[in-house]
């Protein structure tokens, strides 16, 4: 039943996106480490904003075209827990998560402000906001 709900979810985000709605990733190099600095929750009424995290979740990616994570990357959560790997396109702007309950999970990022943000599939808004480490 689970999976079920996040197909649907998935299926009306992916409706409701636009190629035109994407960012290209201009403001910052993608390759290399990033790690997680803020999670933005909206509670369906249009109030959300981001909010700092204390979380040690990184995403490393990989000029071959792969990426991994020291935690699982189908749900949105700053706790470290079981590793993930998958690949991206730079090109599409996605995120394609391969040990996902619902297989291949995909994912968009933009990079703003040398902020890479990966929006998750909600219901309502939910975004995870990385920076580059000094």
Partial sequence: MRNLAVYIVMVFSLI???DDDKVKSTDAELLGTWKLSQVYM???DGSGDFTSVDSEKTISFFSDGTLNSNTDLCFISS???QPSTGIFSEAEMTITVLECD???FEMN???DNNNLIISYFCIEACQEKY???V
């Fill in 16 to 18: 409701a996106c636009s």
């Fill in 79 to 81: 706790e470290i827990g």
């Fill in 42 to 44: 909206d509670p369906g």
């Fill in 102 to 104: 619902v297989s291949p």
């Fill in 131 to 133: 920076v580059k480490p």
């Fill in 109 to 111: 990022f933009e990079i």
